[in-house]
């Protein structure tokens, strides 16, 4: 019996392997400022209570716990000014990649149908699109967007530019989406990490945004970037209760739960904002220590008002700004990567030890 074999674009990251190989290869170390991956310890009372949840013999409950589900909803009215959800309006994910990823699906999309995603976004949106036969179409202009769009993704702050939208910015991209019929979702998983105003960033689900009714919004959210639980794999949706039932219900089906243990870890990460104050000011400086020393080597910084990147160009193809930063030993993403075209900038993550960073700029001196 004949299939057809799913039609997805190469894996970006295989081809940045030789300039990562040439900048391990430098005589003064390696410095990777590529993978928005956490460095930093994982807080220990987040850990205690993994630790303490480890007798997890029971299934746990895919639509997560009812103590998890009020964490959600208290950590929306405390931290996103969101103040009207109840336990119906909320879900918890492994992580906010998988959801990210399967969302077409599990919204039962497919071919004929299109997907919009940022024009300068994180590639997983367009493969959940190919994932289910649907068309992505990357714009950043609601009138642009077609007929036939059923889902519509926002990023903000933005994967990789850092890009913030304010309040009008998402009010008309929902009342857009509203009259296509179709669902928007706002990835939001870099809120608490703004650089340029008040924490937290705007969020979809804000009374301003969605004047009154939440139907077809929903606002991802993960505790990777803010909490340093990446391994952990803790996300949750929110908004409106319909999808949010449909989405459980298929989450049912196929067994799309996250474990108790972890559940109960972001009970306590959600009910903590000093872990988050003291993350976010680790990240502060080590933008503090970038930004001038990119400044001073010839780089132009754009957006990255917010989240773990810098979005930074020198006016030429990203892929020669790759190189000569490998030679320099140090690595970073090409906007290839995120469908910049032409491709001019790269991203630069904030996601290095302290001493990684100080070598960075050491090195970045010698550009000046």
């Not at 969302?103 to 959940?128: C, E, F, N």
């Not at 998402?170 to 296509?180: F, Q, T």
């Not at 949010?244 to 474990?259: D, F, N, S, T």
């Not at 989240?307 to 000569?324: C, F, M």
Request: with cysteine; hydrophobic share 45%; net charge negative.
């Amino acid at each position: 019996m004949s299939r057809t074999p799913l039609e997805l674009p190469d894996f970006p990251w295989d081809s940045l392997v030789p300039f990562a190989d040439r900048a391990r290869s430098h005589p003064d170390g390696f410095v990777d400022l590529s993978v928005g991956s956490p460095v930093d310890p994982t807080p220990q009372l987040i850990r205690d209570s993994l630790a303490a949840a480890t007798d997890a013999h029971a299934y746990p409950q895919t639509a997560g716990s009812p103590a998890l589900r009020e964490a959600i909803v208290d950590w929306f009215a405390r931290r996103r000014g969101v103040d009207d959800l109840s336990t119906a309006n909320v879900l918890p994910t492994i992580g906010s990649k998988e959801l990210v990823a399967l969302l077409p699906m599990l919204l039962g999309l497919g071919r004929g149908d299109v997907v919009v995603h940022p024009s300068v976004a994180y590639p997983t949106y367009a493969i959940g699109a190919a994932l289910v036969g649907a068309s992505a179409l990357a714009s950043d202009d609601p009138e642009e967007w077609p007929a036939e769009t059923r889902l519509v993704w926002l990023n903000s702050p933005g994967n990789p530019d850092g890009r913030v939208l304010d309040v009008d910015s998402l009010r008309g991209a929902v009342a857009r989406a509203r009259e296509l019929g179709a669902v928007v979702v706002s990835d939001e998983c870099y809120a608490e990490l703004n650089w340029a105003g008040p924490d937290p960033t705007p969020s979809i689900l804000d009374p301003r945004v969605i004047e009154g009714r939440r139907s077809s919004v929903l606002a991802v959210y993960s505790l990777s970037k803010q909490s340093n639980l990446a391994g952990y794999r803790a996300g949750f949706v929110a908004g409106c209760s319909d999808l949010i039932g449909e989405l459980l219900a298929v989450r049912k089906h196929i067994g799309l739960i996250p474990p108790a243990p972890v559940q109960a870890a972001m009970i306590t990460a959600l009910g903590d904002d000093a872990h988050v104050a003291a993350q976010r000011e680790l990240y502060r400086a080590r933008r503090a220590r970038l930004v001038p020393a990119l400044r001073a080597a010839g780089f132009r910084i754009d957006d990255s008002d917010a989240g773990l990147y810098l979005w930074a160009t020198k006016g030429q193809d990203s892929w020669l700004t790759v190189s000569e930063l490998a030679d320099a030993g140090i690595l970073v993403v090409p906007g290839t990567f995120y469908g910049e075209s032409p491709a001019e900038h790269v991203r630069i993550a904030l996601t290095a030890s302290d001493a990684a960073i100080a070598e960075a700029v050491a090195r970045l001196d010698l550009f000046s």
